[in-house]
C-alpha cells in the first residue's frame, strides 16, 4: 500500500505591496498560520495511507477574534514539478465549502484518499483553500481563490501530500504545559480573571516552549529539527522563529521576548500563537491569551 508524508510546501496570505507588508509574527489581518492532516482513526499519525478517510484542519487567526469566516477548499493529484508552486496534475476529486460562526481558530473538513489506481500514478496530493471574512470563497479551475463580492482578497493557502512508501512520520504534540510567560506556566482559556496580564509599564516578558514532551522522533537516525514559529496579535516578538537543532537535547527550553503594546494603547486581550513543525509534514499549534493591565 503507497503512504502518504503530509508537507505543506506554501501558504499564501493577502497579497500586498512589499513596503505595505507588517512584520511577519504579528497578526494584523486574518492568516491562515498552519494546516494540518490527519488520519481519522489516528489523528497522531502524519504519513496518510491511500483510501483511507482523512481530516484537515486550518489555523486561521485574525487581530481580533474571527465572528465569521467562509471557506472554500479543493483537493486533486498533484503536480511532481518541484520547481513549481503546487498545482494539479488531474481533476478535483473533492471539494467542499461552508461557513462558521465564531469566535473561531480553526476550520475543519474531512475527506477520502484515493486509492492508488484513482490517483492515475500520482505520488503526491495537492489542497488548496480560500477563506474570506466578507464575500463568497471562490476557487476556480485552476485552483486560484477569492473572494467574490468583496474588496477584501481574502486568504489563500496551498500544499502538497507527499505519498510515499517508506517512512512512518507523526505529528509532533505541543501538550497544554508547553508554554511558559516569566516562568509560569501559561495555562490555556480566555478568561482574564484566571489568566496572565502584560507588564502596565512596557515591561518585556519571556514566553518560554518547551519540547520534552513533543514526541521527538528519530530522521535517518538522529533526532529530527523541530521549528517553532511564534505570532502574536499586538506587541512585538523578538523573533518570529525558534529551532530545536538535532543537537539540543529534548528539554531545552526555546525563548523569544515579547514587548507589550505602548501603555494605554490596547484593551483587548491579544492572542499569542505557537505553530510546531517537524519539516517532515508533522505539525501541532496551540493558542494563549494575554490579558491588558
Not at 509574527?25 to 481519522?40: F, N
Not at 484537515?56 to 518541484?82: H, K, M, Q
Not at 476550520?107 to 492508488?116: K, L, R
Not at 484566571?194 to 502596565?200: F, G, N, T
Amino acid at each position: 500500500m503507497m503512504r502518504m508524508r503530509s508537507g505543506f510546501l506554501a501558504l499564501f496570505g493577502m497579497v500586498a505591496c512589499a513596503g505595505d507588508l507588517p512584520e511577519a509574527s504579528l497578526i494584523t489581518y486574518p492568516r491562515v498560520l498552519g494546516v494540518r492532516a490527519e488520519a481519522l482513526d489516528a489523528p497522531d499519525r502524519a504519513t496518510l495511507e491511500s483510501g483511507e478517510h482523512v481530516r484537515v484542519r486550518v489555523l486561521i487567526v485574525g487581530p481580533e477574534p474571527l465572528s465569521s469566516v467562509a471557506f472554500a477548499a479543493t483537493v486533486c493529484p498533484g503536480s511532481e514539478d518541484a520547481g513549481r508552486l503546487p498545482a494539479c496534475s488531474g481533476p478535483v476529486f473533492f471539494d467542499t465549502s461552508g461557513k462558521l460562526d465564531g469566535p473561531l481558530s480553526e476550520i475543519e473538513f474531512e475527506f477520502d484518499v484515493p486509492d492508488t489506481e484513482g490517483l492515475d500514478g500520482a505520488s503526491r496530493l495537492r489542497i488548496a483553500g480560500t477563506t474570506c471574512t466578507e464575500g463568497e470563497p471562490k476557487i476556480d479551475g485552476a485552483g486560484f481563490g477569492r473572494c467574490r463580492g468583496a474588496d477584501d482578497p481574502g486568504v489563500q493557502w496551498s500544499g502538497h501530500l507527499e505519498l510515499e512508501a517508506d517512512e512512518v512520520n507523526h505529528h509532533p504534540r505541543l501538550t497544554e504545559d508547553a508554554l511558559r510567560l516569566d516562568g509560569d506556566r501559561w495555562a490555556l482559556g480566555e478568561d482574564c480573571q484566571d489568566l496572565p496580564a502584560w507588564s502596565a509599564e512596557g515591561d518585556t516578558h519571556a514566553i518560554e516552549v518547551n519540547l520534552e514532551e513533543a514526541e521527538r522522533e528519530d530522521e535517518e537516525g538522529r533526532p529530527e529539527e523541530l521549528l517553532v514559529s511564534h505570532y502574536v496579535t499586538g506587541g512585538e516578538l523578538s523573533s518570529r522563529f525558534s529551532v530545536l537543532e538535532r543537537a539540543m537535547a529534548d528539554d531545552t527550553p526555546l525563548v523569544v521576548d515579547f514587548v507589550p503594546p505602548e501603555p494605554g494603547s490596547r484593551e483587548q486581550p491579544l492572542t499569542v500563537a505557537v505553530v510546531l513543525r517537524d519539516r517532515r509534514g508533522g505539525v501541532d499549534w496551540t493558542l494563549r491569551t494575554l490579558c491588558p493591565p
